[in-house]
């Protein structure tokens, strides 16, 4: 199977190929390769421990695309090869990824021809970069993992060629200094980090798609400090931020491009607390999509890709607290709900079984699985109509407004751990970061 390099730079936030993900019914296991994906059905592959992103790509070039899982809690990467009939199985042994693998992409890096895998760190502020020998073996490339001076620590990764000469580059957030650094690539390999300032906390996923037209990827931020949404893109030789900015109704924390609606314009999704945003592009910039933003109880991962067929990509998020995605399909909006594992949050849609509709693959870090979840499942069930807009109750500590006291946790002790760091580092601290002054 072909790649189409172009549409991974004009829309993908993450992946080569367009990716969403989805959790299994707890006892649907696969433990050897089946002949076919089931009709209607959800499988289920053991992966490492605390599975987090996951990545889609044919990485042995055999023309069937295989499945990279990063495995936060035992510091490697699962590969699940393609062996036809929408089926995957279990390569070889883990493969080392650094401290912490929080997030993962794919792409050709060195420009020989195969797809290699960027891993970002978590707890750190490096970028582990694994090259292909073009049969799916990898190892580490010279220099790696690659220093950002991300601070305190990187969250995930969004990659592109973001400078417009042909190689890939990296990009990070840097939540403490309110900047975003890119590690731009070239022949010989990551050089020296660029440092864009760009006048909010980014935290904590960024997006990659081309917004500003220019036919070169940008980098799409969450301002979680200030509520908006803003992209970084090519000035000269250099970087700066683009002139607009969306301002969202909720604190954004993941933010992904594609084209939803189906007008060949890359349009915005912002992952907000509790809800999700759609920002449609046109020819004045962006704006809201109808209802939009849309309540989706303590959303925190989205994934965009075709999962019915018809040529427009559907939108799915995955919740902290729960069993189920919700599956919001393109142009429409109508909503269905598909039953998963437990915390669903590292999403991708990639056809598997080549009928051009995308399969759910969601990794499930409280069970250490990765479920995929067949077109028809995910399309053929009951639709439950278009989501409500998004009630904005404040949070506070107790969980009030929120989706669950989990949730709001997780955000205390990031925020929290931003300021010890700062402190550590010898900076002023004037005022808390607005997530955590949310939350006291």
Request: glycine share 12%; net charge negative.
């Amino acid at each position: 199977m072909a790649l189409d390099v172009n549409h991974f730079f004009t829309f993908s936030t993450r992946r080569l190929s367009v990716v969403a993900s989805v959790a299994a019914l707890a006892g649907a296991s696969c433990s050897g390769p089946a002949s076919a994906l089931p009709a209607g059905g959800i499988v289920s592959y053991d992966v490492g421990l605390r599975p987090r992103e996951v990545a889609v790509a044919d990485l042995d070039a055999d023309g069937r695309l295989d499945v990279v899982v990063a495995n936060s809690g035992d510091g490697t990467i699962t590969v699940l090869a393609g062996i036809g009939g929408g089926q995957i199985r279990r390569a070889s042994a883990a493969i080392a990824a650094g401290r912490e693998p929080a997030d993962v992409d794919a792409a050709d890096i060195d420009k020989d021809g195969d797809v290699d895998l960027m891993v970002a760190n978590h707890e750190t502020s490096r970028i582990t970069v694994l090259l292909n020998n073009g049969k799916a073996r990898f190892t580490p490339a010279t220099g790696s993992p690659f220093e950002t001076g991300a601070r305190p620590h990187v969250h995930g990764l969004a990659t592109g060629d973001f400078d417009g000469d042909g190689w890939i580059d990296v990009s990070v957030e840097s939540a403490d200094t309110k900047e975003v650094r890119v590690l731009r690539g070239s022949q010989q390999g990551f050089g020296a980090v660029t440092v864009i300032p760009v006048g909010t906390m980014p935290y904590s996923r960024l997006g990659s798609a081309d917004v500003t037209g220019d036919g070169h990827a940008d980098v799409l931020v969450p301002g979680h400090g200030d509520n908006t949404v803003r992209a970084v893109q090519r000035q000269g030789t250099g970087f700066a931020p683009a002139t607009w900015t969306i301002r969202t109704s909720g604190q954004p924390w993941m933010v992904v491009g594609d084209d939803v609606n189906g007008d060949e314009r890359a349009d915005i999704v912002v992952v907000e607390t509790d809800a999700v945003s759609i920002w449609l592009g046109g020819l004045d910039g962006f704006s809201a999509a109808p209802g939009s933003p849309l309540a989706v109880a303590g959303a925190t991962e989205a994934a965009t890709g075709d999962i019915d067929g018809d040529g427009i990509a559907d939108t799915v998020i995955g919740p902290w607290d729960g069993d189920e995605v919700t599956v919001i399909a393109g142009k429409t909006l109508a909503v269905r709900r598909v039953r998963a594992c437990e915390r669903p949050v590292g999403l991708s849609v990639a056809d598997l079984d080549g009928d051009r509709r995308g399969e759910i693959l969601a990794t499930c870090p409280t069970q250490n699985r990765l479920v995929v979840v067949t077109s028809s499942q995910s399309v053929d069930r009951e639709s439950r109509g278009v989501l409500r807009t998004a009630a904005r109750t404040p949070c506070n500590f107790l969980g009030s407004g929120c989706s669950s006291l989990l949730f709001q946790l997780h955000s205390f002790a990031e925020s929290l751990l931003q300021i010890v760091s700062a402190i550590l580092d010898g900076a002023e601290v004037s005022s808390l970061p607005r997530s955590l002054d949310q939350n006291i």
